[in-house]
């Protein structure tokens, strides 16, 4: 018969110390505020089926919102004046599981992969102001605690003792935090800031897939066709959107962003038969001390800021069979198991912009990505593929395209770290045993860009009076591996490791740099990949891809780069430079 289970859960909490609501609203506040809010949603769906077909499917969705002062997001002009303490606190979480069984026939457990799967999302905002007509104004005096935490994970299991056994499931954490928020709109906000700032954003997804069956064909997956389980998190200090905004900052800004993404699945068709597991995420962090926007912006820093995004994914995927088809993997097609990560002290975008900093800046990006692929098939074959790739940006101070006119007579340090590493393991007793990454596509592969001052193209005119030091370093390190006792075994795969950092970068056209600040810029990259084929008795190979140059590392590091125009740059200070590239 048919036996089918499906269960999904909602919770939506949302918090305002201060609620103004539309229109043209003038708020005043000298007291503390304080928002909490917290959401928590649970399915679980579980089907039974003595023979024939078992079907389960749950999903848990959570959203949770704290905001201290909030104006409303209709578009009037709002004035708020904060001298008070502001906390918002918010955390999502949500888990899941669908469980299927049956003796004989089908076993199927799907989560709602096809809506995001199991979500949380959690947003914390200190002030509010919406959109405006021609601008908001937000003076603020008072200090902020903002923090956003969601949490979600997800759990598929399918058992078919003889027949088919399928899992499919994903989940995706989303977090946003931010003190100051005037982003929704065109208008020019102008925005004034003496009180310290301390932003947090977190995102974690996790997801485990098994589907077993005594004999027959077991089938475990993420949502591989759209990134598999991710996580997403963004973190703003003052955020005005796009505009021509004016921001004038003394007190202190930090803001941390962790997102952290992971995925297991697991196929084994013990008795024999075909498994096929396949695992992927996808992690994003964003953080920004001062974000305008695009736009002509006029930026006046006079505290320090200390920026980090930390983005970190993993996967795994393994499948076992006593005889027949073995096969694990990531995504090959789209880069696989990827984390990014982005983290700007001062960020002004497109526009002519003006921007003017004597206020420590340190900020750094870290992006982490792993994939693991495991498959083993006693007698038969069994192949093995894995993908991944991490970029990190770092910068200290970023006005994108335009005209744009930097001073700066404050210490900047902007540090980018990418590490990605990937092993696959292909291995039988006898027959085929095939272990390989995306070597079309660079394999397994990590950028680092980082830069002190960066005003991209356009007509730039940048003063600097300070210490700068910018930093990237790249590790790509790759183990293939395929081994048989009988038959051929294959191994064949590479790694990509691209690093590039400046002190300062004016981007193209006609640019006019004095400096007087001694600017360090140190880029490293390190890529290294192993590929190890075992054979008893029959072929083995192991191979790079030696016809496109196999693996590769790139290093560049400059104090100053100008890009292409009629550049005027007089520097009276020292400049210490370092790169270094290695390949194995």
């Not at 096809?114 to 200090?143: C, H, K, L």
């Not at 100051?180 to 977190?202: F, P, Q, Y």
């Not at 005005?240 to 941390?256: C, K, R, S």
Request: proline share 1%; charged share 15%.
């Amino acid at each position: 018969g048919v036996s089918g289970a499906a269960a999904k859960a909602t919770a939506d909490a949302h918090t305002f110390g201060i609620d103004a609501g539309h229109g043209a609203n003038t708020v005043t506040n000298s007291g503390v505020v304080t928002a909490n809010s917290s959401a928590n949603a649970g399915a679980a769906g579980i089907s039974v089926a003595v023979t024939g077909a078992a079907a389960a499917s749950a999903q848990s969705v959570s959203n949770s919102t704290a905001t201290a002062i909030a104006t409303g997001e209709d578009a009037t002009d709002d004035t708020v004046t904060n001298d008070g303490d502001l906390n918002a606190f918010s955390n999502s979480n949500a888990i899941s599981a669908s469980v299927s069984v049956t003796n004989s026939g089908l076993a199927g457990s799907v989560g709602a992969v096809w809506d995001g799967g199991t979500r949380s999302d959690s947003q914390a905002r200190g002030i509010d102001v919406g959109a405006g007509a021609s601008g908001d104004t937000v003076t603020n005096t008072g200090d902020m605690d903002v923090d956003a935490i969601s949490a979600t994970g997800a759990a598929s299991v399918s058992v078919a003792v003889s027949g088919v056994g399928i899992s499919v499931a994903t989940s995706t954490g989303t977090s946003e935090a931010t003190a100051i928020d005037a982003n929704e709109g065109d208008d020019a906000d102008t925005i004034t800031n003496s009180g310290n700032l301390d932003i947090n954003s977190d995102a974690f997804a996790a997801t485990v897939g098994v589907a077993v069956t005594s004999g027959g064909v077991a089938i475990a997956t993420d949502s591989v066709w759209d990134g598999g389980t991710k996580g997403d998190a963004r973190g703003r200090g003052i955020d005005t959107g796009e505009g021509a905004d004016t921001v004038t900052n003394t007190g202190d800004i930090d803001v941390l962003t962790l997102s952290g993404t992971g995925s297991l699945q697991v196929a084994v068709p013990a008795g024999g038969g075909v498994g096929i597991a396949v695992a992927t995420a996808t992690s994003d962090a964003d953080a920004a001390a001062i974000d305008t926007g695009d736009d002509d912006d006029i930026i006046t820093n006079e505290g320090d800021i200390d920026v980090d995004a930390n983005a970190v994914a993993a996967s795994a995927a393994v499948s076992f069979t006593l005889a027949g088809v073995s096969g694990a993997g990531g995504t090959p097609w789209d880069g696989g198991t990827t984390a990014n990560a982005l983290g700007q002290g001062i960020a002004a975008g497109e526009g002519n912009d003006t921007v003017t900093s004597d206020g420590t800046v340190d900020v750094d990006a870290l992006a982490s990505a792993s994939n693991v692929a495991i498959a083993i098939a006693i007698e038969g074959a069994a192949g093995a593929i894995t993908a991944a790739k991490t970029t990190a940006t770092s910068a200290g101070i970023d006005t994108a395209g335009g005209d744009d006119t930097v001073t700066t007579t404050g210490i900047i340090d902007s540090h980018s770290f990418a590490n990605t590493n990937t092993a696959s393991v292909a291995a039988s007793k006898f027959g085929l045993s095939i272990a390989a990454n995306d070597l079309w596509n660079g394999g397994t592969t990590g950028t680092a860009n980082s830069a002190g001052i960066n005003t991209g193209a356009g007509v730039d005119t940048i003063t600097n009076d300070a210490a700068i030091r910018s930093t990237s370093l790249v590790v790509t390190p790759n183990v293939t591996m395929g081994v048989t006792v009988g038959g051929v075994a294959g191994a064949i795969s590479t790694a990509t490791a691209n690093a590039d950092s400046a002190a300062i970068d004016s981007g193209a056209d006609s640019d006019i740099i004095t400096n007087t600040g001694n600017l360090t810029a140190g880029a490293e990259a390190n890529a290294a990949s192993f590929n190890i084929a075992v054979a008893g008795i029959g072929g083995a190979l192991a191979s790079d891809s030696v016809w496109d140059g196999g693996t590769t590392s790139n290093a560049t590091s400059d104090a100053i780069t100008a890009g292409e125009g009629d550049d005027v740059i007089t520097s009276a200070a020292d400049h210490t430079l370092t790169s270094t590239a290695t390949s194995n």
